[in-house]
């Protein structure tokens, strides 16, 4: 009788996800503190927490039919995620769990998954076509994208840059700088700390709630979309608020609202405390109203 050579078996081991079975797979390994991590998985969820572990521990269930799970790499990086079966069209969602030294350096796609992220506090670029992106934390730097998914993001960060063509986008917390896009979705920010933000949309309702830094920097744009401006009482910077075809309302300061744009649009220029900070709001045909700070 013919024996089996034993790679051969043990490469059967190694891959115990590439059948079509729906038991759990798992993997795990020792990587360094700063790992760049790789990770996709085009249907279903992708978790990702950190952990004070200098590892990477790796969970999935695949169901029959939805691809098997790939992992591979070293200390300094490691890549996985479902490869999915190549036939099929249509397929099953997978659910992959990833736990991960907290200051791994996080890259995750997806097309319909929907992607959850916690407990990173270096970096995390992550991008879906229309899957939900929920992000919590302390991190230097986000980067999130979904083209018809919504952002919910909640962190103490450096840099956040989020962008989504149809879907809604929010990030409340604290960011030194932040750059919020849409094309149609909506877009908040809600946050203190901030020394420069941008806002920027086509159509959708940009709103703005937040407290100036000395210094500090904030543009929102837009074309037809609406504008809300929430502010402090004592507000300490210069306002520039235009509307070129449409309405400005202020319920925040004394300054009067003037016509511009030979009479088709309006105007507003105030300003409190040193005026230090700088806020620039202008759009095409949207309206645009200031209004005071509530529930902070």
Do not use: H, Y
């Given at each position: 009788m013919r024996r089996m050579p034993i790679y051969i078996l043990l490469l059967g081991l190694t891959w115990p996800a590439a059948s079509n079975a729906q038991a759990p797979a798992h993997y795990g390994r020792a990587i360094a503190p700063d790992a760049a991590v790789r990770i996709f998985n085009l249907a279903g969820t992708v978790r990702v927490?950190?952990?004070d572990r200098d590892?990477?521990?790796?969970?999935?269930?695949?169901?029959?039919?939805?691809?098997?799970?790939m992992f591979g790499g070293g200390s300094m990086g490691v890549?996985?995620?479902?490869?999915?079966?190549?036939?099929?069209?249509n397929y099953p969602g997978s659910l992959l769990e990833v736990r991960v030294s907290r200051r791994a350096r996080v890259w995750i796609k997806t097309e319909s998954a929907e992607i959850l992220?916690?407990?990173?506090?270096?970096?995390?670029?992550?991008?879906?076509?229309?899957?939900?992106?929920?992000i919590t934390g302390d991190i230097e730097q986000l980067s999130a994208e979904s083209m018809d998914g919504g952002i919910d993001v909640q962190v103490n960060a450096g840099i956040v840059r989020l962008k989504s063509a149809g879907g809604a986008i929010a990030l409340r917390g604290t960011a030194t700088d932040a750059t919020l896009s849409t094309v149609s979705g909506a877009a908040t920010m809600v946050v203190t700390g901030a020394e420069r933000a941008r806002m920027e949309t086509v159509s959708g309702h940009l709103?703005?709630?937040?407290?100036f830094r000395p210094g500090g920097n904030y543009t929102l744009e837009s074309h037809s979309g609406d504008i809300s401006i929430r502010l402090p009482t004592d507000i300490n910077g210069a306002l520039q608020l235009t509307s070129l075809e449409g309405r400005v309302t202020n319920r925040l300061t004394k300054?009067?609202?003037?016509?511009?744009?030979?009479?088709?649009?309006?105007?507003?220029?105030?300003?409190?405390?040193k005026a230090t900070a700088e806020l620039v709001a202008r759009t095409f045909k949207g309206a645009i109203t200031l209004e005071v700070q509530t529930n902070r």
């Open positions: 927490t950190g952990w590892s990477i521990d790796v969970s999935a269930i695949v169901p029959k039919g939805g691809g098997r799970l890549k996985l995620g479902i490869d999915p079966p190549g036939a099929e069209i992220v916690a407990g990173l506090t270096s970096s995390a670029d992550v991008s879906s076509v229309s899957g939900r992106v929920v709103t703005f709630d937040a407290t300054s009067r609202v003037e016509r511009t744009n030979q009479g088709r649009g309006e105007l507003l220029a105030t300003s409190g405390g």
